[in-house]
Nanobody, 130 residues
Framework: VQLQASGGGLVQAGGSLRLSCAAS????????IGWFRQRPGTEREFVAA????????YYADSVKGRFTISRDNAKNTVYLQMHNLTPEDTAVYSC????????????????????????WGQGTLVTVSS
């Protein structure tokens, strides 16, 4: 499956952005999708994930309550709605797909692990100015 992240840009602190992750190439429905980000000078880190059926979502503590992940399987797209952005959210955001046939099989710890993901898209840059 090919993934394409989009929607990044420059926004002032306190603002909002919605990122999209569009999938193509294979059926989208068996894949859990995660969003990760890499801030300048740091390792890539988990941001949020959603199970293949959309029944469960997981968030990093740093974004909980501000970010919302959702998916539209009919459009083969996962969204990351980001509110109340801060300069610390400045990063390259990437989406990734992991095949999980039984959406209820795994919890947050699975989706946090980068190596669980089979496919990665190119990132989209989010810059938050103070």
């Amino acid at each position: 499956v090919q993934l394409q992240a989009s929607g990044g840009g420059l926004v002032q602190a306190g603002g909002s952005l919605r990122l999209s992750c569009a999938a193509s190439g294979r059926t989208f429905t068996p894949y859990g999708i995660g969003w990760f980000r890499q801030r300048p000078g740091t390792e890539r880190e988990f941001v949020a994930a959603i199970t293949s059926n959309g029944g469960s979502t997981y968030y990093a503590d740093s974004v909980k309550g501000r970010f919302t992940i959702s998916r539209d399987n009919a459009k083969n797209t996962v969204y990351l709605q980001m509110h109340n952005l801060t300069p610390e959210d400045t990063a390259v955001y990437s989406c990734a797909a992991t095949m999980v046939l039984d959406a209820g099989s795994y919890g947050r710890s699975y989706y946090e692990r980068l190596w669980q993901y089979d496919y990665w898209g190119q990132g989209t840059l989010v810059t938050v100015s103070s």
